[in-house]
């Protein structure tokens, strides 16, 4: 039996939280802000959407300036986590990390946030969804 569907998209770049409102959920992004954040996949059709965490990205964003607050790392933090078809992340993949403490603590997070789901040619779909945060210690 085949598995869940699964969007033919790869990533292009990495989720930066500049580029979209914090606090919006999927739903309250406009078309424009939607439209940016398909950008961020290879190849990705118009009528398909990307996972999005279903409180909106200060979810994740939020807590990792907490975290940063205590651990205060200097670097890229790259993550992918792996979205199923019911909006549960299965796994994550660092790609890169300022510590080994930052990455235990962004991975927790991003396995524990809830997730819309992506959409495939109109059906609930398995996809990657990055993040990307650059820190710094000023």
């Known amino acids: 039996r085949p598995g869940p569907a699964r969007a033919r998209s790869v990533i292009r770049g990495l989720v930066r939280p500049m580029h979209l409102?914090?606090?919006a959920t999927y739903d309250q992004l406009t078309e424009k802000q939607r439209t940016?954040?398909?950008g961020y996949y290879v190849d990705m059709?118009?009528?398909?959407?990307?996972p999005y965490p279903i409180?909106?990205?200060?979810?994740?964003?939020?807590?990792?300036?907490?975290?940063?607050?205590?651990?205060l790392v200097t670097g890229p933090l790259s993550l992918q986590a792996t979205v199923d078809s019911n909006g549960i992340v299965q796994s994550v993949l660092a790609v890169g990390s300022p510590s080994e403490?930052?990455?235990?603590?962004?991975?927790?997070?991003l396995l524990v946030t809830k997730f819309k789901p992506a959409r495939c040619g109109g059906t609930a779909c398995v996809m990657e969804f990055p993040v990307y945060v650059e820190f710094t210690t000023n």
């Open 101 to 109: 403490a930052m990455t235990k603590f962004a991975t927790s997070l």
């Open 55 to 71: 409180d909106g990205l200060i979810s994740i964003f939020g807590a990792l300036v907490s975290a940063q607050a205590k651990l």
């Open 36 to 38: 940016f954040l398909r």
């Open 21 to 23: 409102p914090m606090d």
């Open 45 to 50: 059709p118009a009528s398909d959407d990307p």
